[in-house]
């Protein structure tokens, strides 16, 4: 674990030479994730490492007078208080150490190049008027203030108790270090793109009366300039996001339109345009059913280049602006994570395989040339299990896709304990991409099924919007349907099947544990059972409002809904709970209920709580802990020895 290299923040230099690159890799020492800056000749002759500071780097940026590298670092700042945060630094390509080129109090959570390298916009959150409170005079210790609520949406994960504290846009000189706001009142604006003439600024805001109660996010643009006044660009009554892209004469902004409002759990995004002088804006994916992300322009402005994503792989597509008409750039079972385009055509891309952690490669005519090999070392000394896609068909006919991965020892004609192992989301996908987690379970003898139940991504809106309001149904038939295949198929054995998941995964463990005893052992982390209880004391408020009513209203529903937990005396599978303790996403409470459900019937089961740990365990101890504890866990019942 310690040793997988993870390469990402993809960007080429505006001469198209150079690729510049992240790489990192989590620190045992440290129990930290290191994060370094990279570059590759877009030859592949050379590649150097640009950093080695403990506290790490992001967002690397070249400057596009192509004198500079810039990026993101905490270097010297303290871990709290209100010098706290990220600033932005700067490397001389032409020689020298990095130098600070920010000092924003509580740092900056992004920022862009203006195109003549003389300004910065960032986005800054307002102070937190913790900050500069004195500590009282006969304590050394500061206490906090009591936290006041009177926000719709008031807690997310990662950020704890929302205040009224907003994200804006500040412009930054360089020369003069002068520092002016952009953007002020009580919405956040983020995804800040300039124009090509460095005149204007487009960005992504909702701005209704109470954006928390609205899934409307709109494109505006506002002159580069303190005081401008910024222009709404779209009206749909939903989601406009993703980083607004400008074509190359400044006359319109790409963009993606999401889903109908209510669909905020299942949107799919598509490219649209929209002039900047205003009119109505023109989607370009309206027949494509699938999901589109990074629009960039080429340099003519006659295509727009997308990510899309479809059953099980990501790939690279050109959108025709005139009519619309798709072609696909790059193929294949893999899944691209991100791409770049040079002035002069050239696209580098990070992607990688089942068998491939990502990598960055340059796209010489519809043909991957590696420009890094991070972790050929490590796969050299490993054997990775064989993926293979697969399908299966529901009891009510639905042809469920998956992914199968099998032990490298696997022997045909040999039935193998079998893990499912179910996605999050659940708007996402099992692709086809390195699985550390995957590849752990089949070199300890498991077969791992992956399945794109309805509700996941990468197969049309219908497919993804099909579990609306109908939780744990449609999803656990499809899931069992793949456990039905892998044992008609002669691979799986019926007698040691295994469950697991995060997040939605959990949630859908808990489901199906309650839905049958075939599972002999499962892990549930960060699931919720009794859903009711969610409400209001997760993120999802809006999602709940809109998709299930409230409860009052909508006690049935509410109840079918939470039958894990209304049922939970016919589950007989002996279950492992995980969960972080500070995680606001599906709060500890749902494993802790269904914990002690089991607990209080006798069957085995346990509860880890990782402390302060949101949603995602960050801390690579408690990762590689997680790993240890499913290990055990699985082989407790399953006993992994092929028969």
């Not at 304990?417 to 179910?422: E, G, K, N, S």
């Amino acid at each position: 674990m310690y040793r997988v290299r993870t390469v990402g923040s993809l960007q080429i230099s505006p001469d198209g030479e150079w690729v510049l690159y992240t790489v990192s890799q989590l620190d045992s020492v440290r129990d930290r994730n290191a994060s370094d800056l990279y570059t590759a000749r877009w030859d592949g002759s050379r590649s150097m490492r640009l950093t080695y500071s403990p506290e790490g780097e992001g967002s690397p940026r070249f400057s596009p007078d192509g004198k500079y590298i810039s990026f993101t670092s905490s270097r010297g700042a303290p871990t709290t208080g209100p010098n706290a945060g990220a600033q932005v630094w700067v490397l001389d390509r032409s020689g020298g150490e990095a130098t600070k080129l920010t000092e924003v109090r509580g740092g900056v959570s992004g920022y862009e190049w203006s195109p003549d390298s003389k300004r910065l916009v960032l986005s800054i959150q307002d102070p937190d008027p913790d900050a500069n409170r004195p500590p009282p005079a006969d304590s050394s210790r500061r206490q906090p203030s009591p936290i006041v609520i009177d926000r719709y949406a008031f807690k997310q994960d990662g950020q704890g108790y929302l205040g009224n504290r907003r994200t804006h846009l500040f412009l930054y000189d360089i020369a003069s270090k002068r520092l002016e706001p952009l953007t002020t009142g009580s919405y956040t604006e983020s995804s800040p793109s300039w124009s090509p003439d460095g005149r204007w600024i487009a960005f992504v805001s909702e701005r209704a009366p109470d954006p928390d109660k609205v899934n409307d996010s709109n494109i505006y643009v506002v002159e580069a300039r303190t005081g401008a006044q910024p222009r709404q660009l779209t009206k749909f009554d939903g989601p406009d996001q993703g980083t607004p892209a400008w074509s190359p004469d400044g006359k319109h902004v790409a963009y993606l339109q999401g889903s109908e409002p209510k669909l905020s759990a299942y949107s799919l995004a598509r490219l649209a345009i929209v002039p900047v002088e205003g009119g109505e804006p023109r989607l370009l994916t309206a027949a494509l059913d699938r999901a589109v992300s990074g629009p960039q322009w080429s340099a003519d402005g006659g295509t727009i280049v997308v990510q899309v994503q479809d059953d099980r792989a990501v790939h690279l597509a050109r959108v025709r602006v005139a009519d619309g008409t798709l072609t696909r750039v790059l193929e294949g079972r893999r899944a691209v994570a991100g791409f770049d385009m040079a002035a002069n055509g050239r696209v580098a891309l990070i992607a990688g395989t089942a068998a491939q952690p990502n990598e960055v490669f340059a796209l010489d005519n519809a043909t991957l040339r590696a420009l890094t090999t991070e972790n050929a070392s490590w796969l050299a000394e490993v054997q990775l299990g064989a993926t293979e896609d697969f399908s299966a068909r529901g009891k009510d006919g639905t042809v469920v896709n998956g992914l199968m991965v099998k032990p490298p020892t696997y022997r045909a004609g040999t039935r193998y304990p079998t893990l499912l192992r179910i996605h999050g989301g659940p708007n996402s996908q099992d692709q086809h991409t390195f699985s550390f987690e995957r590849e752990l379970f089949a070199a300890n003898g498991y077969v791992v099924l992956a399945v794109n139940y309805r509700g996941s991504a990468g197969r049309g809106a219908e497919y993804q919007k099909a579990i609306y309001a109908d939780w744990g149904n449609k999803e656990v038939q499809d899931l069992l349907a793949a456990v039905d295949h892998a044992i008609e198929t002669g691979v799986a054995d019926s007698t040691r099947l295994g469950i697991g998941g995060w997040s939605y995964g959990g949630i859908l463990t808990d489901y199906t544990i309650a839905t049958t005893t075939r599972f002999k052992a499962a892990t549930s982390g960060a699931g919720s059972a009794l859903q009711t209880t969610m409400y209001g004391t997760d993120q999802y408020i809006y999602q709940y409002d809109n998709e299930i009513g409230q409860p009052w209203q909508n006690k049935e529903l509410w109840d079918k809904l939470s039958y894990p937990f209304w049922q939970a005396n016919r589950i007989k599978t002996p279950t492992l709970f995980m969960g972080g303790e500070r995680d606001m996403n599906v709060p500890i409470t749902g494993s802790e209920q269904m914990y002690m459900a089991l607990r209080s019937q006798g069957i085995d089961t346990q509860l880890i709580v990782y402390p302060n740990q949101n949603h995602g365990i960050a801390l690579p101890s408690y990762q590689k802990d997680r790993y240890e504890r499913y290990l055990a866990w699985y082989a407790k019942y399953l006993k992994a020895t092929a028969s």
